[in-house]
């Protein structure tokens, strides 16, 4: 008898098939001796939509809303519909005895494998692979070590009700939103909240008034001084200012306290996910998707670091007889940090990493026992991958120790400070970061009552500035302190945000849009609320532990549901299509509207039922104009395509010149063709390297 392994993509099926010696490739799936590997390609089974429920609901109307299926049913994606089968008649195998999911060890992972399990009607016994990385060992260890399927029961039932209740409330509320203002509008459990952080910034952005303040600051003796009076310094009257300014001309000054403080900074702990998305982007500038992409390859394809979407930044106990066979895989791209290290034979100085209590699903991120190879990674994966590096490293080494020294001066009557921070041990620093080093020269000498003279004294006018938009980091950081959405969907949320026009990112900030602030206005009050939506994923996160009802949960969004349709069914609210031109459909007569898309300006139908769309801006070939040699435009005309350069107005037809391959189009068919499978002569993959070089 065997047992059916499900994992969530093919490398890493083929990863677990290679480590098992399970070699045998069939299509669909890897067959061995007592294991037969298959694979998801992501979800292969998903929620129905209305329409599969009545025919009706293909058309979206508003009387027919709220749509609550009595139970909700799931379908096969039709895409990837022959990978499901390819399952589906595995499973109906006799000499198949039980199925081990080996899907990714979370929430979602946990719903991709029973999903296809549930739609393939499944009775075979289920038992869970559950690993933090993909090394060889990890997965030896995790089938040595197999755990029941009921045990992550509960968590299933968590994934199903996140699920269900973005489809009730996220379908509803946008088709009322749609139907209601004809217009695609896009709300959501998580999106709608957050849109309302970004959309609140940008008011008090608005609304903010400058306001002029002045600051004093005074050369007294070898002392750069600030004056501080009974607050932060800032004077709002200029008149005080100089009244202030004048009683420091040829002034003495007397140093009335000196205050020394030994300062200790603990080593930070490992990584969550949200944590480095945001030191990411503070960094690199890389958004949380991008940032979660490059870490998924690390785990995925180079087996690197662990498993990336946690939300925890401890590790548990038995982790500790790991980490220096870590810090052995880390030494050959940095043998200098991590000599202090082994010199303590690994031995972790910040103990409070080790916390069981505080770890769930995963602990924190960290480098697995795979050796790196760091010329194998790609730039980006570098700079994420040190970034986990150093994090972890930081536990070996001692806290950040330093001193800070603040002397307060009274120059007739007016108090004025000075500061410095004196390093004593920079500890972990060494390798986190650099932080300001000083001698303390200066300030060794002064005690209380000494003076010096104020040889120089100036004011600066500065005007008060308002918030700033938030960056991704910013957005991150709130996302996580409301408990809206998870460490695995922000980045999702946030680009859908972008994707429905809602938001811009601008120079790495985020604006709302007038579509974005026109749907605000529209939305129901409680849907706005982060409250509601924290409320709704702690209830999630109690069913996951077993703690809260999942059926309980499902019935309150559903009485949710029906009100927010009908709170929207009766507004009385008006909404203008911001990006509505003059120009009319050449199909129906309507107006048509321009949208942003990651391919330029497009033009689309404002009616609903018409699908006519074109593209507004011109498509730039890889055709170079014979005189100034930029890309030229392609254009459809009556004799057929023809290319244009607008600088220089040359047109030339596109039979004038062989086409010409894009750069990236001709790498992508040379990977399709070259691979090394079963040669008969000459490979396609040869006979296409002389088609493009014929074709230069």
Sequence with gaps: MKSLVLAEKPSVAREIAR??????????????????????????????????????????????????????????????????????????????????????????????????????????????LWISSVTDRAIREGFARLRPGKEFENLYHSA???????????????????????????????????????????????????????????????????????????????????????????????????????????????????????????IFGFTAKKTLNVLQRLYEVHKL???????????????????????????????????????????????????????????????????????????????????????????????????????????????FSAAEKVVLDPGFKKITGKDAETNGEKFSGISQGAKFPVKNSELAEKLTEPPERYTEADLLALMEKYGLGTPATRAEIIERLLETETVERKNGRFH?????????????????????????????????????????????????????????KTSSKTYRAYNLTGSKCPECGSFLKERNTKEGKILVCSNRECSFRKRKDPVLSNRRCPQCHRRMEIHQGKAGPYFQCRLCNIVEKAEDQKPVLDKREERRLLAKYAKKEESFGISLGDLLKEALKKNE
């Design 512 to 568: 709302p849009t007038a579509k974005g602030k026109q749907l605000i206005s529209l939305v129901n009050e409680e849907l706005k609320s982060p409250a509601l939506t924290a409320k709704w994923e702690k209830e999630l996160e109690k069913i996951a532990r077993g703690e809260a009802d999942p059926e309980t949960f499902l019935q309150n969004i559903r009485k949710e549901t029906r009100k927010l349709v009908e709170e929207i």
């Design 305 to 415: 670091v662990t498993y990336p979407r946690t939300d925890s930044r401890y590790l548990t106990a038995d982790l500790e007889k790991t980490l220096a066979e870590r810090l052995q895989a880390v030494e050959p791209a940095y043998r200098e940090e991590v000599k202090p290290a082994l010199a303590n034979r690994g031995k972790v100085l910040a103990k409070r990493v080790f916390n069981n209590e505080k770890v769930t699903d995963h602990h924190g991120i960290i480098p697995t026992e795979e050796r790196v190879r760091i010329e194998e990674l790609s730039a980006d994966e570098r700079k994420i991958y040190d970034l986990v590096v150093r994090r972890f490293l930081a536990l070996f080494y001692p806290p950040y120790r330093y001193e800070t020294v603040r002397v307060q001066f009274d120059v007739n009557g007016e108090r």
């Design 19 to 128: 480590v098992l010696n399970v070699r045998d490739a069939k299509k669909g799936y890897i067959e061995g001796n007592r294991y037969v590997v298959t694979w998801a390609l992501g979800h292969l089974v998903e929620l129905k939509m209305p329409e599969h429920y009545d025919p009706k609901y293909k058309t979206w109307r508003l009387e027919d809303l709220p749509i609550i299926p009595r139970k909700m049913e799931l379908k096969v994606i039709r895409e990837t519909s022959h990978q499901f089968k390819a399952i589906e008649n595995l499973l109906k195998r006799n000499d198949i005895k039980e199925v081990i999911i080996a899907t990714d060890a979370g929430r979602e992972g946990e719903l991709v494998a029973r999903w296809i399990l549930e739609k393939a009607r499944c009775k075979k016994t289920v038992k869970r």
């Design 160 to 282: 199903v009700c996140r699920a269900e209740a973005d489809w009730l409330i996220g379908l509803n509320v946008s088709r009322a939103l749609t139907t209601k203002y004809n217009d695609p509008l896009s709300a959501g459990r998580v999106q709608t909240p957050t849109l309302a952080m970004i959309i609140e910034r940008e008011s008090q952005i608005q609304r903010f008034v400058p306001e002029p303040y002045w600051k004093i600051r005074a050369d007294i003796g070898p002392f750069s001084a600030y004056w501080e009076g009974k607050g932060d310094g800032r004077i709002f009257s200029e008149e005080k200012a100089k009244e202030i300014l004048a009683k420091t001309k040829a002034a003495t000054a007397t140093a009335v306290s000196v205050e020394r403080k030994a300062k200790t900074e603990q080593q930070p702990l490992p990584y969550d996910l949200n944590e480095l998305q945001r030191d990411a982007n503070k």
